[in-house]
């Protein structure tokens, strides 16, 4: 009995564990599950950690403060190290570029042209007038006047303004003081050629220059008179530039000083640069002794004639020429007179010199006892060549006082 009850024990022991193993298993299978779950998404979050570590260590983050280094500028690489710009379109090659070789330069020596000679010889020594040498030229002309009696000086206790106006006045006073003496020159012409029509002695050569000079003024009347009406500010830079367009009763002493001055420096350059051009007239005419001046001076030699008698050699050929006789028949009607006048020895310095520049003659560097001997060579050489053309003879006459054969 007892063995049967413990058989049935047993029996429904098992029964028992038969019938409660399934819903035991189900939670362990959960737990299995979760915990697969879990170690997955461990795993899945230990790789990922790896990897930010990795990248972390890696990589350097940017740093937020700048270096001294940073702020400075990169220098530019030379162009030599550059990259060189591909073309990709086809083209042809240009073959490089030879230097010219130097000409090896001929034994005669070339003469140089006269504009040129007169550009390189201005560019050298002439200062430009700007606009400050204007103005103290200007004030150094007022003061010469003022010391010579021509302008009134302003009051010393006057202010600026009125020294500018006071200055302004007196120099409207003077040119129209000027305007006025053309007009009473005029009457004292027309009186040396009444005297003359009546019989009485014929005129010296002041009273020729004197009308000579009254016509040339006489011309120049109108546009002065307009240019001191409407803008009177500009008679400085005129007479700077332009002094052939002011009469000669409106210049002052120091205007006229500086505008002979510079009819003498014209001189010297062309002397010192034309001399192989007064030869080569020299040559030509001692080959063809009756030679006329139009067949005697060529191109370079017409303008360097006309220059170193002072005249401008602006202008076409048949300018220039005209220009040239009219100027030498001028010379001729004068020596006629110098001769008649004792040969030149009754003139002041200042005529002296005025007649030798007229004539082509450099007076710098001279005493006025060899003006006087220049002078009397030109007289005598004209009285040589009586027989020939006035015109020819005047213009060898230059050519050698050029290159200094006197």
């Known amino acids: 009995m007892i063995l049967s009850l413990g058989r049935n024990g047993f029996a429904e022991s098992l029964s028992v564990t038969r019938h409660r193993r399934p819903a035991a298993i189900l939670p362990r299978r959960l737990r299995h599950e979760n915990h697969l779950s879990c170690t997955a998404d461990r795993l899945l979050w230990q790789a990922s950690g790896r990897v930010a570590a990795f990248r972390l260590l890696s990589t350097t983050p940017p740093s937020t403060t700048k270096t001294p280094s940073q702020d400075t500028p990169q220098p530019i690489p030379p162009l030599s190290l550059r990259k060189q710009k591909i073309e990709l379109r086809p083209a042809p090659v240009k073959p490089p570029k030879v230097p010219p070789t130097p000409i090896a330069s001929s034994s005669t020596p070339k003469s140089v042209s006269p504009e040129q000679g007169i550009a390189e010889k201005a560019s050298s020594s002439a200062p430009a007038h700007t606009t400050s040498s204007v103005v103290e030229t200007t004030k150094h002309d007022y003061e010469d006047a003022s010391q010579h009696g021509i302008l009134i000086p302003p009051p ?43 019989g009485g002695p014929p005129l010296t050569r002041w009273e020729t220059r004197f009308i000579r ?194």
């Open 156 to 198: 010393e206790n006057a202010s600026w303004a009125m020294k500018l106006f006071h200055q302004a006045k007196e120099l409207f006073k003077f040119y129209m003081r000027g305007l006025k003496l053309i007009y009473t020159n005029r009457k004292r012409v027309q009186d040396m050629h009444a005297r003359v029509q009546a």
């Open 213 to 406: 000079t009254y016509k040339q003024d006489a011309l120049k009347l109108i546009p002065f008179a307009l240019i001191i009406i409407v803008i009177e500010e500009i008679i400085p830079l005129i007479v700077l530039y332009a002094p052939f367009i002011l009469p000669s009763t409106c210049v002052l002493p120091s205007q006229k000083d500086r505008i002979d001055a510079k009819k003498r420096e014209k001189q010297k350059t062309f002397v010192y640069s034309m001399r192989p051009v007064f030869e080569a007239v020299q040559q030509r005419a001692s080959a063809n002794p009756g030679i006329s001046a139009e067949a005697l001076l060529d191109h370079e030699g017409l303008i360097s004639i006309t220059g170193l008698l002072s005249l401008s050699t602006f202008g076409p050929r048949p300018v220039r020429l005209y220009r040239l006789k009219r100027h030498l028949e001028t010379i001729a009607a004068d020596d006629a007179l110098l001769k008649h006048e004792d040969m030149g020895r009754r003139l002041t310095q200042s005529e002296l010199r005025e007649a030798l520049t007229e004539r082509g003659i450099v007076t710098d560097e001279l005493t006025p006892k060899l003006w006087q001997s220049r002078l009397h060579w030109w007289l005598t050489r004209v009285d040589e060549a009586s027989g020939a053309d006035p015109i020819s003879q005047r213009v060898l006459l230059v050519a050698s006082s050029g290159l200094g054969k006197f």
